[in-house]
């Protein structure tokens, strides 16, 4: 029976520490009725208090805290419920956390980090040179703190030495389904998929992306090549043309429009498009041939190409999937 301890701190986003828990409690009710081993001890270890109310009429009771000396096996980082303008102040409140997670991890720890949670992982270093994920909201800002880190922003589960992280929201819990099969079975994992209808071996986020234009950074001229793009992404707009809206030659705004959005323009054109086109599939039926000519595409099977490789899904895929369910961000 492996220790999970769930770590609970101020700002925890207590639906995904309910979620976590129910999923772990379900694979050991699981184990008992199918007369196998129960796989798994669940405590909430707290940070600051034993006791936390969150933001929801919900408590949290910890059976432990990060001050005392006890025995784990793996410790759940789960995700945050505080604005990305305030991690600087939360990762600052949570420097004890951090550096016990360091500690834990040094002996021989399994360390999951679910959706921001990754921040606490990142914060410690322990995931430089390697890969990790985590919502694809949060991915620009983690990326710009922490550029020793290989993020893969499109992955829902990575697992690299003795560290897990899964992507976002919900999804984070196929992390979890993950970590149930290969430390349970994969029965139990598949029907754990189904009890809670999870889509069971999903491997990308990358239809749940919604492209915000990369802004964080300070490079002027790029955020006006960039506002430029986002006006005229449905004409045939070439680099040269872009370069010579900013006063810049080609080459050197190719170098400085990656260095500032860690994308080419090229990349970022097609993205601008698809990401109108995806806001087209969603709100109706809207024709492919139509949406595609609309973004400045005269070649189907090149949109086509390019709204797969962004999204994971063809364009007929991805209406069939959202079209009608009024999305909003």
Request: proline letters at 3%.
């Amino acid at each position: 029976m492996k220790h999970i301890s769930i770590i609970i701190y101020d700002s925890v986003l207590s639906i995904a520490v309910s979620n976590t828990a129910a999923l772990l409690m379900s694979a050991n009710e699981s184990a008992v009725r199918k007369g196998i081993d129960i796989p798994f001890e669940i405590d909430l270890i707290g940070v600051q208090n034993k006791t936390l109310q969150s933001h929801l009429p919900l408590q949290f009771c910890c059976t432990k805290m990060i001050s005392e000396n006890f025995n784990t096996d793996v410790v759940i980082i789960p995700p945050m419920s505080t604005d990305l303008t305030d991690i600087d102040s939360l990762l600052s409140k949570n420097d004890v956390l951090i550096n016990w997670i360091k500690t834990k991890y040094h002996e021989k720890v399994q360390l999951i980090s679910l959706c921001t949670g990754a921040y606490f992982l990142a914060a410690s270093g322990l995931l430089d040179h390697m890969p990790a994920t985590s919502h694809w909201g949060a991915m620009e800002d983690l990326q710009k703190r922490y550029p020793l880190i290989d993020f893969k922003p499109d992955h829902v589960v990575t697992h690299s030495k003795a560290i897990i992280t899964g992507g976002g929201g919900f999804s984070s819990l196929n992390a979890m389904l993950y970590f149930i099969e290969q430390n349970s079975s994969k029965e139990i994992s598949v029907e754990l998929s189904k009890l809670y209808a999870l889509d069971y071996g999903r491997t990308s986020q990358n239809i749940f992306n919604v492209f915000s234009g990369q802004r964080l950074h300070d490079d002027d001229r790029i955020h006006k090549a960039q506002s430029y793009i986002e006006k005229t992404f449905k004409t045939d707009i070439t680099v040269e043309q872009i370069a010579g809206e900013v006063n810049m030659s080609r080459r050197n705004f190719i170098r400085r429009f990656k260095n500032a959005t860690r994308l080419n323009p090229i990349e970022y054109i097609q993205r601008v498009k698809v990401e109108a086109a995806k806001k087209a599939f969603e709100t109706g039926d809207a024709n492919i041939a139509d949406v595609t000519y609309s973004m400045g595409y005269n070649d189907l099977k090149t949109f086509r190409t390019v709204f797969k490789k962004i999204t994971g899904l063809t364009p007929v895929d991805y209406r069939n999937k959202f079209k009608g369910q009024e999305i909003s961000y």
